[in-house]
């Protein structure tokens, strides 16, 4: 598997940094002290763990207050941006796996739930709270997106692409698309999430969508986010492959 950001690749090493860090950030927000272990997959195990331990309810509660105050930097920060918007991209190249073997397991980690989806969403990125499955075609997210201070909730509907400004590139055979939306229903922008053949195994085009006063950051931070969860969830995919 390869990473790219902004035209660099991101070492293993880069991304392990990243996710011990992020991790103890996640320990502080829920209120855990946990000893430091060098072993990134027995630190993630563990986070992944105290996160089931609560449920939606618990979880929400334990971070009620901190998101009320996101919901209304995201309210005010999408009402003065207007149209404008920030991009987050991320590039992703894996061996092994096919596009639609791709976007096959990334729609079941979105839209069903499971004990081992809640698993396994949880592992891939330090900062996910909750992704629940909502309705038919949408996803609730509480997560921490970037470095922002305080985690937030949105909800994303899929195939829904209105306002989107990342346009479709019919390259990419397969897409994962949305608007993410606040419980009001105030946009705050979206993902296009793109998937296509290469001649050993797939290439993956990340973008998610930031209101334009989002501070630059957060969605450079997001960069490495995009990169967490998605190399786990293709990695995921390709080894059931082979079970």
Not at 29 to 37: D, N, Q, S
Not at 168 to 181: E, F, H, I, L, P
């Amino acid at each position: 598997m390869k990473v790219y950001i902004n035209g660099n690749n991101i070492s293993k090493e880069q991304l392990t940094k990243w996710k011990k860090e992020r991790i103890q950030k996640v320990l502080s927000t829920l209120g855990h002290r946990e000893p430091e272990v060098n072993d990134i997959d027995s630190m993630i195990k563990k986070l992944t763990e105290l996160k089931l331990r609560y449920s939606y309810n618990e979880m929400y509660d334990k971070l009620k207050s901190r998101l009320r105050i996101s919901g209304i930097m995201m309210r005010v920060g999408a009402a003065l941006s207007g149209e404008r918007r920030k991009f987050s991209k991320t590039n992703i190249y894996l061996d092994g796996i096919t596009a639609k073997e791709a976007i096959k397991g990334i729609d079941r980690f979105m839209l069903k739930q499971s004990h081992e989806n809640d698993q396994v969403n949880l592992s891939a990125c330090p900062d996910h709270y909750v992704l629940r499955p909502f309705g038919e075609n949408e996803l609730e997210v509480i997560e921490t997106t970037g470095n922002s201070p305080f985690p937030v909730q949105f909800f994303i509907v899929f195939d829904d692409e209105t306002g989107l400004k990342t346009p479709r590139d019919n390259s990419y055979k397969y897409q994962s698309v949305g608007v993410a939306r606040m419980k009001d229903g105030t946009s705050i922008g979206g993902v296009r999430h793109q998937f296509k053949d290469t001649d050993n195994g797939i290439e993956v085009s990340l973008v998610v969508e930031f209101p334009a006063l989002c501070p630059t950051s957060i969605v450079k931070s997001h960069q490495m986010h995009l990169a967490c969860e998605f190399s786990y969830w293709l990695q995921w995919i390709k080894d059931q492959k082979h079970k």
